[in-house]
């Protein structure tokens, strides 16, 4: 059961690259998210999916863009990375909507540093 | 504003120790779900329990127990008899429905031998 998969696991960047973070689940889940953890602020939500080709804004969506052109994967992009967009991006899923009570599991994370 | 909030930022403990971590949310809502995560030093985020609105009767699992007290909007989480391996950083969340699920910003908690 692989569950969630992230890739890269570990990246470090310049300022003004553009990087694309990977995240793949084998649970056929309709909703997909992308969070960002930073010390002090917890997890924050950048983006999320309800299904294949619907995606919507979180917290935090400024500076990523996303995709979801097959249910299984939910690529995270950062167009031009920024130092600020250094952290630690968490993606996950969930069968339904989280405010019906649904659990959203996650990926084991992507550290990503901005130079 | 914040939704969900951890006041503890850090606690230690020697093992052995019980120890409750504080979460109180912030809702006007009348159905809605909180969950509690923990962040072990390998960093994953691991899903212990989900509690909702309508269902006040406190849980136990093991070692673990959790309080949920509508009145004071709090989801307390407490281990008991705690041991080197509960040592993690502890998320408690808030999902309602309209909005995305709102986490605290953690609780360190360090258990020593």
């Known amino acids: 059961d692989a569950g969630i998969t992230q890739s890269p696991r570990y990246k470090i960047t310049e300022t003004g690259r553009q990087v694309t973070l990977m995240c793949h689940q084998t649970?056929?889940?309709?909703?997909m998210f992308w969070y960002r953890q930073d010390l002090g602020h917890g997890l924050r939500l950048i983006y999320y999916?309800?299904?294949?080709?619907?995606?919507d804004k979180g917290e935090v969506p400024d500076g990523y863009v996303v995709s979801r052109s097959k249910t299984e994967n939910f690529p995270l992009t950062l167009e031009s990375a920024t130092r600020s967009q250094t952290s630690v991006y968490f993606c996950?899923?969930?069968?339904?909507?989280?405010?019906?009570?649904?659990?959203?599991?996650f990926g084991e994370g992507s550290w990503l540093t901005v130079v | 504003a914040q939704k969900v909030t951890q006041a503890q930022t850090e606690i230690s403990v020697v093992e052995k120790e019980d120890v409750t971590l504080d979460c109180v949310y912030e809702?006007?809502?009348?159905?809605?779900?909180l969950f509690w995560y923990k962040q072990p030093p390998s960093g994953e985020l691991v899903f212990l329990i989900r509690?909702?609105?309508?269902?006040?009767q406190n849980e136990i699992s093991g070692r673990y127990s959790w309080n949920f007290q509508k009145s004071t909007s709090s989801f307390n989480f407490t281990i008991t008899a705690s041991q080197v391996v509960d040592s993690a950083v502890y998320f408690c969340?808030?999902?309602?429905?309209?909005?995305?699920?709102?986490f605290g910003a953690g609780t360190r908690l360090t258990v020593k031998p």
């Open positions: 999916s309800a299904a294949a080709d619907i995606t």
């Open positions: 809702t006007r809502d009348t159905t809605y779900y």
């Open positions: 509690r909702n609105s309508f269902d006040e």
């Open positions: 649970w056929s889940h309709s909703y």
């Open positions: 996950a899923s969930s069968r339904g909507k989280p405010s019906s009570g649904n659990t959203i599991y």
């Open positions: 969340a808030l999902s309602e429905e309209d909005n995305d699920m709102r």
